[in-house]
């Protein structure tokens, strides 16, 4: 049997589990939510599995000691929050691709197949492992062509929050959505009781179209977590007392400060692996580069509904637009009705609030600039916004819905 040969066959006995792959991704965007797991469960190899909300972990299959996962590079069609739906590439059905999870000093073996319409390649970003298994196509290895399938295969000699994305077209690749985290748990750790990864990722979609641009370097206009926008970003829920950590990854072209309100926490670790106990000091937000990962950690002893959200403001709307004539401070009575004639969308700002272009005409597939509604009204966010979600006694991790708040801890008109 050949080189090949083996890899066809090994593909094939994995067919499998990838279909179940496939139909978690789909059912994960259905249902928002992350929960059905129960606290104080028990923890597969001594870790805390890792949650990607509106997302999967990739099956992996014991193969003589080796590890061994299957990602499929394919188009895919994904939804961002209900109404919208973007064309999108990624991976085994799914944007970002599913999270891998493994252990320190595990030997892993990961089989990639193109669907795609062009070459690919995957590369390891962070990993320490043999130059040839890099992945930077044409530098480390061929392209993987339409149709083919590549074996990677490597021993894991660190630990951290690592990446996956491709390294072949990857201006094009990159910004229709290839990316997924690759973790690496350390043999031994502080553990926790919630693992929760987002990835962030920031796209360029004209109003009523579908399909990303990849051509636009700075002026986007949709921002993600696990490329999802709020209101479709699943909550994170956790139990007071639970230790949490949220892990970061970063692949888009700007940098995103994200902020958790009602909290402190400490940056536990980053892609080169755990920080010093030393080097850590206490944050309420985290910067988190481009190409970087970052881990922050906390004890979730305060109850209620907490958001979580990127604090650069543009970047908490949806279906942003930027060549609007800039009418601030003009009372423009009547006239503002007129422009919108001629420029569709338009809204006179400071005046009535932006929030109220959540009840304006909009294109098809194009999503209100501010949406979702809590229990006091509208909430006006969107893009890289979501909910920490901390209860007292807690019987599992669904969605508890909204917090209701002890008489006299809210604000009160005078």
């Not at 083996?6 to 965007?29: E, F, H, P």
């Not at 077209?169 to 748990?185: C, P, R, S, T, Y």
Request: charged content about 20%; glycine content about 12%; hydrophobic content about 40%.
């Amino acid at each position: 049997m050949n080189r090949r040969d083996v890899i066809v066959s090994s593909a094939a006995l994995l067919g499998g589990a990838l279909a179940l792959t496939n139909k978690a991704a789909r059912a994960a965007d259905a249902a928002p939510a992350p929960g059905g797991d129960v606290p104080g469960a028990p923890r597969a190899e001594g870790y805390t599995p890792v949650i990607t909300p509106n997302g999967t972990a990739l099956p992996w299959r014991l193969d003589r000691g080796v590890k061994e996962f299957h990602l499929v590079a394919e188009p895919l069609k994904r939804e961002f929050a209900a109404g919208m739906t973007v064309n999108c590439w990624g991976y085994n059905g799914q944007t970002p691709g599913p999270t891998i999870e493994a252990v320190e000093g595990d030997r892993v073996r990961v089989l990639v197949t193109n669907k795609l319409p062009e070459r690919t390649s995957v590369h390891w970003h962070g990993a320490l492992l043999p130059n040839g298994m890099d992945g930077v196509a044409g530098l480390n290895q061929p392209h993987i062509e339409p149709g083919e399938t590549y074996v990677y295969e490597f021993t894991l000699r660190q630990h951290g929050t690592l990446m996956y994305h491709p390294h072949s077209d990857e201006m094009v690749q990159m910004a229709l959505g290839m990316m997924g985290f690759f973790i690496v748990h350390p043999r031994q750790r502080a553990a926790v009781d919630r693992d929760f990864a987002i990835m962030l990722h920031e796209w360029s979609i004209p109003p009523g179209g579908a399909t990303p641009n990849p051509a636009v370097m700075t002026d986007f206009n949709l921002f993600t977590f696990n490329s999802r926008v709020w209101p479709g970003t699943a909550p994170l829920v956790a139990k007071r007392g639970d230790r949490v950590r949220l892990r970061f990854g970063n692949l888009s072209m700007d940098s995103h400060p994200i902020h958790l309100h009602g909290y402190r926490f400490t940056v536990t670790g980053t892609e080169a692996g755990t920080v010093p106990p030393t080097a850590r000091f206490p944050e309420a937000t985290v910067d988190v580069p481009v190409g970087s990962t970052r881990d922050v950690e906390l004890v979730a002893d305060e109850p209620g509904d907490w958001a979580l959200h990127c604090h650069k403001s543009h970047h908490t709307m949806n279906a942003m637009s930027h060549d609007l004539p800039n009418m601030l401070g003009v009372a423009q009575g009547t006239a503002e009705d007129k422009v919108r004639a001629l420029l569709p969308g338009y809204m006179a700002m400071g005046e009535s609030g932006m929030g109220s272009m959540m009840d304006m005409g909009r294109p098809k597939n194009t999503l209100p600039m501010m949406s979702g509604t809590g229990p006091f009204g509208p909430i006006e966010m969107g893009g890289m916004f979501t909910v920490l979600k901390v209860r007292e006694g807690l019987a599992n991790y669904d969605d508890p819905g909204w917090y209701k708040q002890p008489p006299g801890t809210s604000p009160r008109k005078v």
